[in-house]
């Protein structure tokens, strides 16, 4: 069992930026690939960014050049640093764990809302 903790979402303007954290229960390298997905009212779970065991990372087209996915292998957590937001950008934003065997965790989610 996998348990993933996400924070840092919140309120913000248009323009701003918010940095979101999610922390494992267990080391990065037993995870195959960590993504942060989101989740707008009324729409499908969307991928908005992951990283693979190995460093490599993928962007969906709506945030490339706006958003970049970390991590800290000590703290065994991921990031997702988020400029230029826009109202489109609000969601709930959810972290996801592959495992080398295919199977997913879930974490809980953070509200992002983006707003003047």
């Known amino acids: 069992q996998v348990q993933l903790v996400e924070s840092g979402g919140g309120l913000v303007q248009p323009g701003g930026s918010l940095r979101l954290s999610c922390a494992a229960s267990v080391s990065l390298f037993n995870i195959n690939t960590m993504g942060w997905y989101r989740q707008a009212p009324g729409k499908e779970r969307e991928l908005v960014a992951s990283?693979?065991?190995?460093?490599?990372?993928n962007y969906a087209d709506p945030v490339k050049g706006r958003f970049t996915i970390s991590r800290d292998i000590d703290k065994k957590t991921v990031y997702v640093q988020m400029n230029s937001l826009k109202p489109d950008d609000t969601a709930v934003y959810y972290c996801?764990?592959?495992?080398?065997?295919?199977?997913?965790?879930w974490g809980k989610g953070t509200q992002v809302t983006v707003s003047s």
């Open positions: 990283i693979t065991a190995g460093g490599v990372t």
């Open positions: 996801k764990a592959r495992m080398w065997e295919y199977s997913d965790y």
